[in-house]
């Protein structure tokens, strides 16, 4: 059976006020969920960070290993070519041995300030990852902060936000799939999230822009959909002069 204006613009209307109640629920947890997504982006971006300062403070450890390493080979070397020097048979052995051992001994002093260098380098990275590591201690204290605040704010509402979305879930069954999708894209534009509206004290209700008397009594018969000429929002029908829409909580104001 198809159903009546009124009875969209029921459905419609009331899918409305549930959306906005949830829309208040999320208004009060304000940025900090946003907060927290960042925090948590930051501290992965640290994360990341320190692991390759660890991996080059271990490579630097392993060029000094193999370093010392080959300093023992020259060496080795060095004792190898004094025992050969002892038993030369002329002066051009002895030339030829003796250069090999400058050869050696040269190695060695590059080998050792490589590895001072490398040691300057460790120093100079375990500074940073001290720094870093401190910097993200205090961000996970920050973040920890505004979680536990988040899931406070967040188990104040659940209750009600549970109840509200199984109360949406039947509200969209009854609204036309056509209307829910226009629904869905005013809502998405709008600022306030008001897709559907009273007239107000003669206004629409979304834009506060004048309604002209004659639309007003039309939206009040109810015998098509109409929509604000200025806004594009679902006028759902002309709200009395006394009675008000209970307003939703803004602030965080109710916790202590
Ligand atoms: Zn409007």
């Keep these: 059976m198809e159903s009546t204006v009124a009875q969209k613009l029921e459905a419609i209307h009331n899918l409305q006020l549930i959306d906005s109640r949830l829309d208040s ?3 009060v947890r304000g940025a900090l969920p946003e907060e927290v997504q960042d925090l948590e982006d930051e501290i992965a971006g640290y994360e990341t960070r320190l692991e390759k300062f660890n991996n080059e403070i271990q ?3 392993d060029e000094i290993k193999a370093l010392k390493d080959s300093i023992k ?3 080795k070397l060095i004792k190898k070519y004094q025992e050969q020097q002892m038993n030369v ?5 002895y030339d030829a041995i003796t250069k090999e051992l400058e050869l050696q001994d040269l190695e ?6 490589k590895i001072g260098e ?4 460790i120093d100079t990275k375990k500074h940073d990852l001290d720094e870093l590591t401190e910097v993200m201690k205090d961000r996970q204290k920050d973040l920890d902060l505004k979680k536990d605040e988040l899931s406070t704010i967040i188990s104040e509402s659940e209750n009600e936000e549970a109840k509200l979305n199984a109360d949406r879930e039947k509200a969209v069954k009854k609204v036309e799939e056509r209307l829910l999708k226009s629904y869905t894209k005013i809502r998405a534009n709008a600022k306030n999230g008001l897709a559907v509206v009273m007239v107000k004290r003669g206004a629409c209700g979304g834009c506060f822009n004048t309604v002209p008397p004659q639309r007003q009594a039309d939206i009040r018969e109810k015998k098509k959909l109409i929509v604000c000429e200025h806004c594009g929002r679902i ?3 002309v709200e ?9 909580k803004r602030k965080r104001t109710a916790r202590s």
């Design 89 to 93: 048979r002329n002066n051009r052995e």
């Design 59 to 61: 490579s630097f450890e």
């Design 118 to 121: 490398a040691g300057v380098r």
């Design 108 to 113: 060695i002093q590059v080998a050792k300030k």
């Design 25 to 27: 629920i999320i208004k």
């Design 240 to 248: 009395d002069e006394i009675v008000e829409e209970p307003a939703p």
């Design 73 to 75: 080979e020259s060496e």
């Design 235 to 237: 006028l759902a029908g």
